[in-house]
């Protein structure tokens, strides 16, 4: 018999209703956890939408100051799905009220913000997970395990890809995102942050990088109202752009490989568009998150026109078979935050880390701050290891 723990999500944008509905499908999926999520409170400082939330998702109550759920005692766990801005305090406090903290990266605007939520949840002794979702997906944790076993051989060089057109529109609301005080790095922070998690879980550390950033949409309205998501805002008053639109990186890694990093956020005609391609001395493999439940694989050892095979990831692979029964049937985005839930959930119940932790956010933070510094400076920059 599972026993309930209280769990509080703070922040109710669009994550904030995926985690929720992340937690209520854990049991499903995983019915052998020892632990039962609880939905006790919801915190939003949006006037009605946290007793929307309430009402919809069945949260015991429903406030708009998140200090009301670090006070609660009937919540062990949070998760924090709040803008970046909000990240380090939100969290360290939470972990020093003694809560299990998910939070959703990049964790902060700073590797520095990054560090104190991970230095506030070692201190509690707490369990703290990262909202790295792609990484859960199975066809990537298999071709990572393809990778480590040398089934391409050698690693020379990795391309990772985050295009997507969610801020294209000219019209698009200047909400916090596009403000360097609140949202952070821009692109850096919201997609190449992503892309830094899976090429370290894919090849390991980084240890330079050398980084150009632009933004070509420099102006945008001011909404008149709260937003929710990717709003327009046709006619209010314009300002400023004031962070990244775009990033490209080439990248050295501690195993000698090389790579490149690219993301962004304005791509007419690229939705979602997010993969990598890793190449080897004897192959290479290939993975499209618009196709998240498939790998392209070539190996062996013919070198020169060595043929490239579609692999459907199937029960074997990563979490797979808590979803479906076999190879080709579809699993999709929010069944990935659902694995990320219940890697949380497991991680408190066995008092072990399971997934991304405030290590991994950590280390992200480290390589977007250092694209930050070279993109500033037109020059190699290391990436700190610590």
């Known amino acids: 018999m599972s026993e309930p723990l209280g769990v509080a999500v703070v922040g109710f944008g669009w994550m904030g ?3 929720t509905q992340a937690y209520a499908r854990v049991p499903h999926h995983f019915p052998q956890l020892p632990l039962r999520p609880e939905l006790i409170t919801v915190a939003e400082e949006v006037p009605g939408r946290a007793e929307q939330a309430a009402g919809q998702y069945g949260f015991a109550s429903a406030v708009r100051d998140w200090r009301e759920v670090a006070a609660d005692p009937r919540v062990a766990a949070v998760s924090i799905t709040a803008p970046n801005f909000l990240h380090r305090e939100i969290g360290v406090a939470m972990a020093g009220a003694g809560k299990h903290l998910w939070i959703e990266k990049p964790v902060g605007l700073t590797a520095d913000d990054a560090r104190a939520v991970a230095d506030a949840v070692a201190r509690a002794g707490v369990q703290g997970a990262v909202g790295f979702n792609y990484r859960n997906a199975p066809a990537v944790e298999a071709a990572r395990e393809l990778i480590a076993a040398g089934d391409i051989g050698v690693v ?12 294209a529109d000219p019209d698009s609301a ?9 949202g952070g790095s821009g692109v850096l922070g919201d997609l190449a942050s992503h892309g830094a998690d899976l090429a370290r879980f894919l090849l390991g550390e980084i240890t330079s990088l050398t980084a150009d950033t632009a933004v070509f949409v420099p102006e945008r309205a001011r909404p008149a109202g709260t937003t929710a ?12 752009v004031e962070n990244e639109d775009y990033v490209g990186c080439l990248l050295r890694f501690a195993s000698g490989a090389r790579g490149v990093l690219e993301a962004c956020r304005v791509s007419v ?16 493999v290939f993975w499209d998150f618009r196709r998240m439940n498939e790998l392209a694989v070539s190996r062996g050892t013919a070198y020169q026109d060595q043929p490239v095979s579609t692999v459907y990831v199937g029960p074997g692979a990563g979490e797979f078979g808590a979803f479906q029964p076999g190879a080709a049937n579809a699993m999709g985005y929010d069944d990935l935050k659902v694995i990320e839930a219940y890697r949380f959930l497991r991680s408190i119940a066995e008092g072990t880390p399971y997934g991304a932790t405030l290590t991994d956010a ?15 400076s037109g020059t190699w920059v290391d990436v700190p290891t610590a």
């Open 17 to 19: 209703r995926v985690h």
């Open 174 to 182: 200047l909400t916090w995102r596009y403000e360097r005080k609140r």
């Open 269 to 284: 005609g690229e939705q979602n568009a997010y993969g990598f391609e890793v190449h080897g001395t004897r192959g290479a």
């Open 229 to 240: 998501g990717h709003t327009l805002a046709t006619g209010g008053v314009p300002g400023p």
């Open 156 to 167: 020379t060089h990795v391309r990772v890809r985050l295009f997507s057109d969610y801020a």
């Open 362 to 376: 950590v280390r992200s933070a480290a390589v977007l701050d250092a694209m930050a510094r070279s993109a500033e």
